[in-house]
């Protein structure tokens, strides 16, 4: 493994840094940042994440015998969609019976889509979501204002998922990623999922702040 494979999660972070600045001055994630988001539009985000999360799942659990990296990185405690659950339910809304926003579907249809032509790309879909909990804490410590909730409990578990492990666990995701050695190819792919991840999840966003719609 050359030097040069060895340092995707640098790679990812440079090449990712505006789409990010972008993603978290939309409205909506300024206004969760701020805690100002009303409750119920915070539940129909969760809503959405839970289904972007359960397909990432899916290709996942599906591609685990297609690259060495897969054994390398992936932890079951990356697993959003047990929180996302409970979060759900504690709000009062099962989450087997949300349904996908027009971004969200399309969201769901471009991750089986990368993931179909190179699973590879699945590492760096999931490096936007594992990364996000980096911020996620602090946005939680808002939320728990705003909605009387308490972090890593029902409720408000989805935006701190590891409590004390957080930083632990962000730096075992990148030392593995870094230990794979993907080659320039790889490396390519990755990064070109996480900027779409990171599109996904604006437009997913932006959606959210639309008004919600009254029978
Ligand atoms: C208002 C919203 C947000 C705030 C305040 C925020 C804040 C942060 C902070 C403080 C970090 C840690 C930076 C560091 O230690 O270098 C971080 C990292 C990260 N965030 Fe956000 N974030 C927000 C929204 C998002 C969204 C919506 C996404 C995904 C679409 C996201 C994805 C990431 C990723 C992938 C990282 C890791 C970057 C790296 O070190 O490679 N963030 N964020």
Not at 32 to 37: E, I
Not at 77 to 103: F, I, K, N, S
Not at 152 to 174: I, V
Request: no cysteine; hydrophobic share 40%; net charge negative.
């Amino acid at each position: 493994m050359t030097d040069q494979n060895a340092n995707v999660m640098a790679k990812l972070k440079t090449a990712t840094a505006d789409l990010h600045t972008e993603a978290e001055n939309r409205p909506m994630q300024r206004a969760l940042a701020k805690g100002t988001l009303p409750r119920e539009q915070y539940v129909a985000y969760l809503g959405q994440l839970f289904l972007l999360h359960r397909t990432l799942e899916e290709v996942t659990d599906a591609a685990t015998s297609s690259h060495r990296a897969f054994a390398t990185v992936v932890r079951d405690y990356q697993r959003r969609t047990p929180e996302l659950r409970a979060d759900l339910a504690e709000h009062g809304v099962d989450a087997e019976a949300v349904t996908p926003q027009p971004a969200t579907e399309a969201a769901m249809n471009e991750v089986r889509r990368r993931a179909g032509e190179d699973p590879v790309s699945i590492l760096g879909l999931t490096y936007v979501l594992e990364g996000s909990n980096n911020g996620s804490k602090y946005i939680a410590r808002n939320l728990m204002k705003s909605y009387q909730l308490t972090p890593g409990k029902p409720g408000l578990s989805y935006f701190d998922p590891y409590g004390d492990e957080q930083m632990p666990r962000w730096l075992a995701f990148k030392a593995d990623m870094d230990a794979v050695g993907f080659d320039e190819a790889e490396q390519e792919t990755i990064i070109d999922a996480a900027k779409a991840m990171f599109r996904m999840i604006a437009d997913i966003s932006d959606e959210v702040d639309q008004p919600v719609a009254t029978a």
